[in-house]
């Protein structure tokens, strides 16, 4: 029996990870069964001999980051308010995780907020637009840019019959929310009919003086999308698509204001995608996915951590309701992990380990995170895939993996350990260049490495993501 059948411990980073797509994949380390039988150590004492492979330098950078100021304009008509609610397909390598819900937002218009924290290059922001009457509007999605995007929806003068809403937006980097001149606008219209969202390719039959205003008055007869909106498989342009669907969260589905409270857009609003993430995690997630578990209670402290890897597919708990936060981890199953969450280009040439078949489970993810550089080999020919990980091994792995430098006094920073001393010299330097980028966590005591202790479940729940953090990769949590 495959012992993760990846509907547990990882559904696939993103609904298709290299994931993030729209349809989930098996799990990882939930089904996973603990063999008792005894192995040999081979992260744990690994470094008392020299590693057959060599350090490679590796090309591994973090994330662009983004954010973005939302602005909602109806330069022709007459209503003084609307509700905006906001979602987001965050982008993972060329795909895309499930839609998430990041609240409804009750706007006047001419009213703008800033949403930051945590967005990427390329993210897409979905915003569904309805009247004070929960009347359905309008529709628009837009990818967020480098640094700063000023973003402009600008409704017909009769929304409730004309559902036409124009979206334009560009790089804002003095943050004035005006798009910066010599630089690129996106302009564009979607329309919505039953329904169905068409984004247009062209202004021609429309009724542009509707939405013309100060700033806005010069209207291309093409649309000006941005490229992942023309070409690939996300291509939106001269399409239409279903603006709901059966597989949406189910604060994406109700009526505004019916599940949770309307947030009122004040002068100063800004909102921090982690923590939007976080408040609305049980009822904005696609459905079928399980963020909570009968085993981690509310105060436990790595519940954010689990909550949100769970929430992303990337992890899963067992059938019976449970996540066994304590259970051990495997180097298979690290590996498994790793392959989900990381996109690396490859720095080494595979290995075929010979305690590592083909109809192995984790086959694919251990050959392609040890040519992503994870993982140190003392024997070229095994990988010990059941072999429990120490958090040292942890600690290690993704240091290494993701050429993590520190080049200043290991010392002074890791003078925050009260067992620093137990640190090898062979490992400071990682440790002290994890410790400054905000990776390490430790519990109970947050002062004691613990570097070998059995890592658990929660332990590489907590680690993994504090990774992707610095990695800006996803948000980071308000988590104690």
Not at 107 to 112: A, R, T
Not at 441 to 454: E, S
Request: hydrophobic share 40%; charged share 20%.
């Amino acid at each position: 029996m495959n012992p993760i059948n990846l509907t547990y411990w990882s559904k696939l980073f993103v609904a298709a990870v290299s994931v993030v797509a729209l349809s989930p994949i098996s799990s990882v380390l939930a089904e996973s069964k603990l063999s008792n039988s005894p192995q040999t150590q081979l992260l744990a004492n690994q470094f008392d001999r020299q590693p057959v492979d060599i350090p490679i330098i590796r090309d591994f950078s973090p994330e662009k980051k983004s954010e973005f100021t939302l602005a909602i304009w109806q330069p022709g008509g007459t209503i003084s308010e609307v509700i905006a609610r906001v979602s987001i397909k965050s982008k993972y390598g060329e795909k895309y995780h499930q839609e998430r819900f990041l609240g409804d937002y009750k706007y006047k218009i001419k009213q703008k907020a800033k949403f930051t924290k945590g967005f990427k290059l390329g993210d897409r922001i979905v915003v569904r637009l309805y009247d004070t009457s929960d009347r359905f509007i309008g529709y628009s999605e837009f990818a967020c840019l480098t640094g700063n995007t000023a973003v402009n929806l600008i409704l017909s003068a009769n929304p409730s019959e004309y559902q036409v809403v124009r979206t334009l937006y560009g790089v804002d980097m003095n943050n004035d929310s005006v798009v910066d001149n010599n630089t690129t606008t996106y302009d564009y219209f979607t329309e919505v009919n039953n329904q169905k969202v068409t984004f247009l390719n062209s202004s021609e039959n429309i009724n542009i003086i509707q939405y013309k205003a100060a700033g806005f008055s010069q209207v291309a007869t093409t649309g000006a999308y941005p490229i992942s909106f023309t070409e690939g498989d996300f291509a939106l342009v001269g399409k239409s698509i279903n603006a709901f669907n059966s597989n949406l969260a189910k604060a994406l589905t109700v009526t505004p204001g019916s599940l949770v409270p309307l947030t009122q857009i004040n002068q100063n609003s800004s909102f921090a995608l982690g923590q939007l993430l976080s408040q609305y995690r049980q009822i904005g997630v696609a459905k079928g996915i399980q963020v909570s578990f009968s085993d981690i209670p509310n105060n436990y402290w790595a519940k954010e951590y689990i909550a949100e890897l769970a929430a992303m597919e990337v992890i899963g708990g067992f059938p019976n309701g449970t996540f066994r936060p304590n259970a051990p981890v495997t180097r298979a199953e690290l590996a498994a992990l790793l392959q989900k969450v990381f996109i690396k280009s490859k720095v080494r040439k595979a290995v075929t380990f010979k305690d590592v078949p083909r109809q192995y489970w984790a086959y694919d993810a251990i050959r392609e995170t040890y040519e992503m550089g994870f993982f140190t080999i003392l024997d070229s020919k095994k990988f010990n895939p059941t072999q429990k990980l120490k958090r040292l091994d942890i600690l290690i792995t993704l240091a290494k993996g993701l050429n993590y430098k520190f080049t200043g006094s290991a010392t002074n920073v890791l003078s925050v350990y009260s067992d620093a001393s137990s640190i090898r010299s062979e490992h400071r330097n990682f440790i002290a260049a994890l410790t400054e980028n905000g990776v390490i966590i430790n519990h109970p005591n947050k002062k004691l490495l613990n570097t070998k202790k059995v890592a658990t479940r929660a332990d590489v729940c907590a680690l993994l993501y504090r990774a992707m953090v610095s990695a800006g990769k996803v948000a980071d949590l308000p988590s104690k």
